[in-house]
Structure formats: C-alpha cells, structure tokens
C-alpha cells in the first residue's frame, strides 16, 4: 500500500497535468474498489450517497461518523481519496480548521469547505466569513506532513440564489485564501463554466449528475476544466438499477432484470478478489 505522502504527490500530480481527469464519488468500501478496478486513478466521497448509505439525510451523520464511513473508503483502495466534508461541520473558521486536521488522520488526502450554512432560512455564510473559513482550512492543510488538496466550494448555484458574478467573486477570494481548487457545483451552462475557469487560475473541478447540467468531458476540457467529479449520481444510478430491478419482481413477478445484472466472475475480478 501506498503511503499517505504518495498519494497525497499522486494527487496534486493529477491536477498540474495537461488536461482534466474524472475522480468518481464511492459511497462505501464495495464500490470504491469496484471504481478502482475499473481504473479510475483517485477517488472522491459523496457526503450525500455516504449518509444514504446509513440511511440518513446528507449531514446527519456528523465529523465523527461521516469520516469513519471516508476512513473505511481509504482502506479498500491504494488510490488517492478525498472527501466532500460539507461546510467544515461547524460555523467557525476553527470548525473547518479541525476538519481537515481529522480528515488527514482518517487517511484522505484532499477534501472541500463549501460556503453553505445548512439552514434554509440563511443559506450561504457571509462573505467574510466564508473566506476566513476557507483560509482557516488552508491554514490547517499547510501543517500536515504530506500534500494536501484543498477544494473550495461556492454553493450560490444551488442553493443561496448567486449570480454568477458573484459565485466567481467568492471563488477569486477563496483561491486568494490558498484554496488548492475551486468548486462551484450546478453551473448552468458551458458558458458560465468557460467564465469561471477564465476567472481564476487554479483548477476548477466541475460537478456532473444534475439532469441538464452534465456536459460531455471534451467540452468541458475545452472549457478549461481540470477535475470532473459526479457528486451523488453513480449512488441514484445504482439505487435506480435496485429500484427496476425490485419493481419488476414485486409488479410483475419476474426476474429478467439478472440478464442486465454484472456476471459474478466479472464483479469479482473488478472487486480484485
């Protein structure tokens, strides 16, 4: 197995080279190491699918909880994996310093702070607030004894109701602040993407799994994105396969759904058993 250091080398590798690469989003241990055999190079959580999972709402499981389901995705797999971890479980810029000191002791080696409060009635932190939180974890990332990638994320797009102009002027803040990547998940349009990554000079990771949203990777390598992550839509797409198949059975009383199923020897290949 690799080591921290080396993948956290691997990790910011993949971000300084030419063109853009895909870093899918496991929600436990089985999947990562089927994404794993199917060759992707680094892996990302989804906070959603992994609170799923448990059958909880995305935030429910807490910093504690939310990184032992992250910690067991780093020891299925010998790749780099980072982490959604929310708005730094807490309001504080302190709260997203901890987080990502906790993160790096449960193995990962990149992760995100968004700017989302998680209270509908005030959706988005303040300005200031939002880049002393982002600086906060910058701060915290320097301190460790291996690379760390640090994704800063702009949530206006989906919830908070920002123009563009103003998501970029957080994102031109947060790559001020040291932000490693920058994040602006629900771009509506290549247009609005090609403009944030004219905007800053950092990586920009681009969020694909909304309907509508989710462009081919050529155009969004010609728009000037480096990472592609899938948020929570290979878990749906999974739990869709699940749904199909238990409909056909409880409506129709049939089983047609196991010639679409993945052979066992296939899977087990993949799985690396």
Avoid at 55 to 74: P, S, Y
Avoid at 125 to 148: C, G, I, K, M
Avoid at 189 to 217: H, T
Avoid at 226 to 237: E, G, N, P, W
């Amino acid at each position: 197995m690799k080591s921290q250091h080396e993948k956290g080398t691997a990790f910011r590798a993949l971000h300084e080279r030419p063109g853009a690469f895909v870093i899918p989003n496991p929600w436990d241990a089985g999947s990562a190491r089927l994404l794993a055999g199917l060759g992707f190079e680094a892996l990302t959580t989804s906070s959603y699918a992994t609170a799923a999972v448990r059958g909880r709402r995305d935030g429910q499981l807490g910093r504690d909880g939310a990184l032992a389901e992250f910690g067991a995705i780093v020891g299925a797999v010998d790749l780099p994996v980072a982490a959604d971890l929310g708005n730094g479980y807490g309001p504080a810029p302190a709260d997203a310093a901890a987080t990502i000191r906790a993160a790096a002791a449960a193995g990962l080696v990149g992760g995100s702070i968004e700017d989302a409060t998680g209270d509908a009635k005030r959706p988005l932190y303040d300005f200031n607030l939002a880049v002393e939180r982002v600086a906060a974890a910058v701060e915290a990332a320097r301190t460790l004894s291996f690379p760390f990638v640090l994704t800063a994320r702009s949530e206006g797009c989906v919830r908070g109701g920002l123009g563009l102009d103003e998501i970029i002027r957080r994102l031109q803040a947060f790559e001020k602040a040291g932000a490693d990547v920058l994040f602006a998940p629900g771009l509506p349009d290549l247009a609005a993407v090609r403009a944030v990554c004219a905007a800053v000079a950092k990586p920009v990771n681009f969020m694909a799994g909304i309907k509508g949203r989710s462009f081919p990777v050529a155009d969004l390598v010609a728009a000037g994105v480096k990472r592609i992550s899938v948020a929570a839509s290979f878990y749906r797409a999974a739990m869709t396969g699940l749904l199909d198949a238990a409909r056909e059975v409880r409506e129709r009383g049939t089983f047609a759904y196991t010639d679409r199923a993945v052979a066992s020897a296939e899977f087990e290949r993949l799985m690396g058993w």
